[in-house]
């Protein structure tokens, strides 16, 4: 657990920004283009999964990505609540791409603090005792 | 034509996944077999799914599938003495203290704990009968280790064995097909 190759450090270092950069390109174009909210989140997932492979520490806190996920369900209920309640005279496009942009948003960071909690968990909790 | 080609690929692919004696190869050959399929899913219109196949299937399970193999920490050391007859305790003490508190302290850097066995069986009994990942056999003060052929945990053993040997003592690396164990 404590060697980590230099070579897979470095350019996983590169790859970082590309990855972010992509996994918030599919979830902000989900309604258009292929992809979505949980393609997005699991490529923001799998940006926070490489990082344990350049940094092997439990450094990173579960709690506040726990206390976050619960915070994203609650808005991911709340909202389309809201919006079916509050919006049931107009159909504009605009409201309905503001809606759909902002769920796939909630979605996508949901299930990438969803997958990296279970990931994180599985590294430095489970069997290791 | 390409999908003909990508659908054989994956064929082979899982078979080899199947048929390979390390743990590790099977994982990467599964990783670039749902690479293949994600494209396949891509040439049959249905790039949503390519997508997420592609992240979870070569990406997220092959890291997990790694992990977990490196926590796998069911390791079998069978201990053998030539001469258990004529030596005394405080030899076995000195004994042990040499190799086998040693072969202990690699193993649990690896965050593994090994299962050692003490046996007053022949080695050769040992090598043909049981199923094990280490066999130490020592003979006064020369070692030999029969590491298994197939695990990948012995490379590392067998790498630490050669670059620092231990002084007093005459060691002997040994690879050994698969035991016919039970």
Redesign the interface.
Known sequence: MKSNSQIIARVTGLLYPFIILIGFYIIINGHVSPGGGFQGGAVLASAFISRYLVIPEESIRIKYMQTLEKVLFFCIILIPTLFLFSSTGNDSAMANTIYLVVMNLLIGLKVSSGLTIIFYRFVFYEGGE | MVEKVFLILMVLLAMLSLNTPKLRRAVIYLGILSLASSFIYLLYGA??V???EA??GS??ST??YL??L??YHVFTIYYTNANYNQITDSQITRGRAQVLRDVEKFFA???MEPQIIYTTHDYRFVLENRNFDLLIHQDFDEVYFYGNKEDYQVDAFEEHVQKEPYDPLRSKFIRHEAGGGK
């Open positions: 790039p949503d390519a997508i997420a992240i979870i990406a997220i890291v997990l992990v977990a490196k926590k850097e690896r965050e």
